[in-house]
Nanobody, 114 residues
Framework: QVQLVESGGGPVQAGASLRLSCTVS????????MGWYRQAPGKQRETVAK?????KTIYGDSVKGRFTISRDDQTVYLEMNDLRPEDTAVYYC??????????WGSGTQVTVSS
């Protein structure tokens, strides 16, 4: 059974940095993209960053220049710098395969205080 396990969230002060990790286990997957999404209370889930099998990255407008996504085999990272209170959300890891399978992690909370 495929599992995505996130780690690295927590409470921080504005301006701090955090690094999120997401490791995939339980299957021999043909990964197309891996990415991070977030959902704040009362808001829709939004794309934070994605990386495809060729290493091409896409970022949400609100995090460009502050966040960096990278991938090492079955683990995807999100380096978050200059965190702001509006970055507070539950961050979810996502994996899409070339066969259109779609997997989600359970989420990790990031809380940024001013």
């Amino acid at each position: 059974q495929v599992q995505l396990v996130e780690s690295g969230g927590g409470p921080v002060q504005a301006g701090a940095s955090l690094r999120l990790s997401c490791t995939v286990s339980g299957g021999d997957l043909n990964i197309n993209t891996m990415g991070w999404y977030r959902q704040a209370p009362g808001k829709q889930r939004e794309t934070v960053a994605k990386i495809n099998s060729a290493g091409k990255t896409i970022y949400g407008d609100s995090v460009k220049g502050r966040f960096t996504i990278s991938r090492d085999d079955q683990t995807v990272y999100l380096e978050m710098n200059d965190l702001r209170p509006e970055d507070t959300a539950v961050y979810y890891c996502n994996l899409k395969t070339i066969n259109f399978q779609n997997y989600w992690g359970s989420g990790t909370q990031v809380t940024v205080s001013s």
